[in-house]
């Protein structure tokens, strides 16, 4: 077999070989955008949170009521009761431009607050 037909091969070779790990290769998540909120005396602070389009969102809620209070969202689809003075984690899909309310369902006229999704 001559030199460069030899060679042919190996780069033939090398091409297939990344042609395939590069097709196997998996889609990068994207990085979740973090807000931290607190609960108190039936009010969320900050009251109205901003995130951007099309990103997760992780909403990390610290109760620092002695009363359990459940955090929920209609349009966000999204429910969680959160124990008396502790944290929680509520993981929210990637939404696009708008407001999106939230509240505690136990006292759901008083303790409300917004997503802003720009």
């Known amino acids: ?24 290769r998996a889609p990068t998540a994207q990085s979740a955008t973090e807000i ?3 609960y108190m005396d039936k009010k969320f602070t900050p009251a109205e949170i ?3 389009a099309n990103t997760p ?7 620092l009521d ?3 209070m459940e955090f ?7 429910e969680k ?7 929680a984690t509520i993981n929210v899909r990637a939404q696009k431009p708008g407001r999106y309310e939230f509240f505690d369902e136990y006292n759901e006229k008083v303790a409300r607050g917004a997503l802003v999704v720009k």
């Open 1 to 24: 077999m001559s030199l460069s037909r030899m060679l042919s091969k190996v780069t033939l070779f090398t091409a297939i070989a990344l042609l395939s790990v590069a097709a196997t």
């Open 57 to 63: 969102i992780v909403v990390k809620l610290k109760n």
């Open 72 to 78: 929920e969202s209609k349009t966000l689809k999204v």
């Open 81 to 87: 009761v959160v124990a008396g003075s502790s944290d």
């Open 50 to 52: 901003s995130a951007p």
């Open 66 to 68: 002695a009363n359990a």
């Open 36 to 38: 931290q909120v607190s």
